[in-house]
């Protein structure tokens, strides 16, 4: 079975780049910019949307509020493990199988460094699906860096991945805030 693929039109990719220049456009405006009515960027947007073309995703712009992205580029036996490891953990922005020797890609965001470098160093090196994992911080970025960040509402007893605040050294030796997932986590943003 092959994957259906939209191909947007002329007006479509109009519309796309005035929803990415202002997402609070009103489709009245649209509609005069590209010389359609209303109704018509309307059926086009949700066409749109309905096929997965455009989203919208509530975000934190990271270069506002001073959080630290790490990039980790993994080389792994593993991919689906590794990913699985990291999936709830509120620090985790997303993770890409990529091409090439180091074959995952994860972002990362934390608001120190030590704590996300104790992140890689007692959860991820030590895998035995990890043959290496390269720890690389974003020091800038040309555009806004908008992510979707998980805010935690209630902390649990254990964080998401498993690890308890007592089993890591990180954490006592002031190498880590903790997960904003217990009520342990020293940190302030989450």
């Known amino acids: ?47 749109l949307k309905e096929k997965g073309v455009i989203d919208q995703i509530i975000g934190v712009n990271l270069n506002k509020i001073g959080i630290y992205v790490a990039i980790v580029f993994v080389r792994t036996t593993n991919t689906t493990k590794i990913l699985n490891m990291f999936r709830n953990c509120p620090f985790f922005l997303n993770g890409f199988v990529v091409s090439g020797d180091r074959n ?64 890591c050294q990180a954490y006592y030796e002031n190498r880590c805030f903790g997960c904003p997932s217990t009520n342990h986590y020293k940190g302030t943003f989450w």
Not at 116 to 145: G, H, T, Y
Request: charged fraction near 30%.
């Open 1 to 47: 079975m092959t994957k259906q693929i939209m191909k947007p039109d002329e007006k479509d990719r109009k519309i796309i780049t005035l929803l990415h220049d202002n997402q609070d456009i009103c489709q009245e405006e649209i509609a005069q910019k590209i010389h359609l009515s209303q109704p018509s960027v309307a059926m086009r947007i949700k066409k």
């Open 104 to 167: 995952l890609m994860l972002l990362l965001a934390g608001e120190d460094l030590a704590s996300l470098e104790s992140m890689i160093d007692e959860r991820l090196r030590p895998d035995e699906d990890v043959q290496s994992a390269d720890f690389n911080i974003m020091i800038s970025s040309i555009k806004d860096f908008v992510m979707p960040i998980k805010m935690v509402e209630r902390p649990l007893a254990t964080p998401p991945c498993g690890v308890k605040y007592k089993e």
